[in-house]
């Protein structure tokens, strides 16, 4: 009797759980719904807080010495996935995206459409993998090969896809560089519709500390950012978008996959692979020769920036940076093409058809038996079972890559860091904030007042200087206070010893370095011209040395022929060299194929080109001073006196730095520095002064007779007294 209540509890219990699983049931597509939204919320969630993670312990204590290593004047900045990254990227991105309607902005959304192309082909494959071996399992031959033609089929735009994916992710990245390398040159060398007072090439390396290696930075790190940008869309979007579709689609059928292969038939494929290979070896040769070149084109605006910023040779040097470039990208492009069509054909081999062999050899086994009974049910279980067990594979793979994206992001934050550092100098040393470590007399006497100022200058014909302090970059004060009026026509020579600032004025009235103080009138920069005692010579043919910052282009507008450059030449005694070196289109490395005094010449012949304006004449450099720093020293002085003499008939006002004597007599006025900060400015006398020089040199040939005079007096004592 004590039973009947235990089982009518236990029918209560059952009749319970029979309702909860129909209630269950009714409800069961919103439950499905709201976990599926959950776990892409989760999906998300775990995303963004993987790529925005806490540093670990050890990067926490490498930041701590950094930190420390900050405070003891290393101004090494932390680099990090933190605010400051993805403010610096969205500054970089606004440059290498500039809009909606960009080539970048198609590229990138084609890139996005081939990724949800390739989630969805491998949805699509991870069923028709299970099929097939459901057709194995029921014994259902025409169906088999039905589904391996389907195989076949879609392999077609499978490998299609993927190399595409591989296509347009490398065009982006030189999309990104080429946009960034433009937006770098422009602000580096000017722009073409820009004034020329910039001169950040030249300030960035002398000026400023903060970047020592701007050619490494403009040729590597943006290179390595690009690359690291258009490979990161995909490392983190195409994971994403896999667990969350994987997994959608796991949520129906739960299950798991796998494929086999042949040995025999991946060894014959093998070989036709490798026949069919690129010399892709003989390609990266190519292309790390030509980085070699481009990187050489640019150590050489470094090593001459200032004669080239003195001559305005910043559009000129920009083409042919932007030539070697040019080749650069166009071999890249090449092997990117190479590369495309060998990527279907690597594709299509080894992933589609050593997967459809491998398939229907191991369904001979079962093929080859007598047919049994339905196993409709089996096949059934076997088909969900091969096709979600890939979705399994896929979604976790693609999870994993989510996590340990983190690594690549932060490679991705450290070239970012570089690039913001170029833009952000550059940026700064335009508008003439320097940043550079001072020398101990920056401090004293007063000397700091000077660094912290800016002098006025004013624009006019004549040069006056009125209590300008030269001051070296790295706050050496060479003269407190310099004063000096010189006018068009009167040449002046400026001598003193190595360090005391005669180099330094002429940076100053080429624009080069700031004036801390006093007031300058001087003519524009585009108004000098330089020739030091090792000139520039150009990248390019024998005409373009002469003509240098113009092309052949400019020299046809102005009116100028090569006989008239031959003229040129004859006045300093080079007019052999056309013939002797193969013609004005001769190509070569010039500064190895001229001598010393042949360069100087050379220069000399270029001044002469760029003379001042005639009125009748459009140019595109109104020349009137020549800034001379030991032009003629390995000239013969014969040559060195007519070169002179042309240049005063040209009213070419010369400023010389030189302790030749024989160059006295072409200069009105002399500028003396004594070392230690003082000078003397004052008119200059040849005669008087060549008069003083011999009766100098007759005294102090006399002085050094002096030790043997006393000498033979002590020995013509001694002997008396014998």
């Known amino acids: 009797m004590a039973s009947f209540p235990s089982l009518r509890l236990s029918q209560r219990s059952n009749e319970r759980l029979a309702n909860a699983a129909k209630v269950y049931m009714a409800h069961r597509p919103v439950v499905q719904r709201i976990l599926n939204i959950s776990f892409i919320a989760f999906i998300l969630g775990s995303s963004y807080v993987g790529i925005s993670s806490k540093p670990s312990a050890n990067q926490s204590s490498r930041k701590g010495r950094s930190k420390k290593g900050k405070d003891n004047g290393d101004r090494q900045e932390r680099v990090a996935v933190d605010a400051v990254f993805f403010q610096r990227l969205r500054q970089i991105l606004r440059i290498v995206i500039p809009g909606i309607q960009s080539k970048e902005a198609l590229l990138l959304f084609m890139h996005s459409a081939l990724l949800i192309t390739r989630t969805a082909i491998s949805l699509y494959v991870a069923a028709l993998d299970g099929r097939i071996v459901a057709s194995l399992v029921r014994a259902q031959p025409l169906q088999f090969f039905y589904n391996i033609l389907r195989w076949l089929i879609v392999a077609i735009p499978a490998t299609w896809t993927n190399s595409w994916l591989s296509y347009i992710q490398n065009k982006l990245s030189i999309a990104y560089r080429t946009r960034l390398t433009q937006e770098v040159m422009k602000q580096y060398l000017g722009d073409e519709g820009e004034g020329t007072d910039g001169k950040a090439y030249y300030k960035l390396s002398n000026l400023d500390d903060r970047i020592k290696n701007p050619d490494q930075m403009i040729t590597h790190d943006i290179q390595r950012f690009s690359t690291h940008l258009a490979a990161m869309y995909a490392n983190l979007a195409k994971p994403t978008l896999d667990v969350i579709l994987y997994n959608y689609q796991l949520s129906s059928n739960v299950g798991a996959e796998g494929v086999m292969g042949l040995t025999i038939f991946v060894q ?393 004597p024989s160059l006295w007599k072409y200069h009105a006025l002399i500028l003396h520095y004594d070392g230690q900060g003082g000078y003397v400015f004052t008119k200059l006398d040849a005669d008087k002064r060549l008069a003083l020089q011999e009766e100098k040199q007759e005294l102090e040939a006399k002085l050094l007779e002096v030790p043997k005079m006393k000498a033979r007096l002590a020995e013509l004592k001694t002997l008396t007294r014998n």
């Open 268 to 660: 014959l494929s093998a070989m036709l692979l490798r026949y069919m290979t690129p010399p892709f070896g003989m390609y990266t040769a190519l292309s790390a020769q030509m980085a070699g070149s481009l990187r050489h084109t640019h150590s050489r605006l470094v090593e001459f920036a200032e004669e080239i910023a003195f001559m305005q040779g910043e559009h000129t040097e920009k083409m042919l940076i932007e030539r070697e470039y040019a080749a650069s990208v166009a071999h890249e492009n090449h092997v990117l093409q190479r590369r495309w069509w060998f990527g279907c054909v690597e594709e299509g081999i080894i992933k589609w058809l050593w997967g459809s062999f491998g398939l229907i050899l191991c369904g001979i086994p079962v093929f080859a038996k007598l047919p049994g009974t339905a196993q409709l049910d089996l096949g059934g279980r076997t088909e969900g079972f091969v096709t979600n067990r890939r979705l399994l594979l896929s979604s976790s793979d693609a999870f994993g890559r989510v996590m340990y994206s983190y690594k690549d992001l932060s490679e991705l934050a450290g070239y970012t860091a570089r690039v913001s550092q170029l833009f952000d100098t550059i940026k700064d040393v335009r508008k003439g904030k320097f940043q550079k470590a001072l020398v101990n007399s920056a401090t004293k006497d007063g000397n700091e007042i000077n660094l912290q100022g800016r002098g006025e200058v004013i624009e006019s014909e004549d040069i006056w200087f009125d209590r300008v302090p030269i001051v070296t970059p790295n706050g050496d004060v060479l003269v407190k206070a310099l004063s000096f009026h010189i006018k068009p026509g009167q040449n002046l020579l400026i001598i003193g010893p190595n360090g005391c600032g005669k180099s330094s004025l002429f940076r100053i009235l080429g624009g080069l370095w700031p004036v801390y103080g006093g007031l300058v009138h001087k003519p524009a920069s585009s108004q000098f011209i330089l020739i030091p005692q090792r000139p520039y010579l150009p990248l390019g043919t024998l005409r373009d040395q002469v003509i240098y910052p113009h092309s052949k282009a400019t020299m046809d507008q102005r009116g100028v022929t090569d006989e008239d450059l031959f003229r040129i030449l004859d006045v300093v005694q080079m007019g052999h060299i056309v013939d002797r070196e193969g013609g004005w289109d001769a190509v070569k490395e010039w500064r190895e194929a001229l001598s010393g005094g042949d360069q100087q010449r050379i220069a000399w012949a270029r001044l002469f080109y760029h003379k001042p304006k005639a009125r009748f004449e459009l140019v595109l450099t109104f020349l009137q001073y020549a800034v001379l720093d030991e032009a003629t020293s390995l000239v013969p002085t014969e040559i060195e006196g007519l070169m002179m003499k042309f240049a005063g008939t040209l009213n070419i006002t010369l400023l010389t730095v030189s302790h030749r």
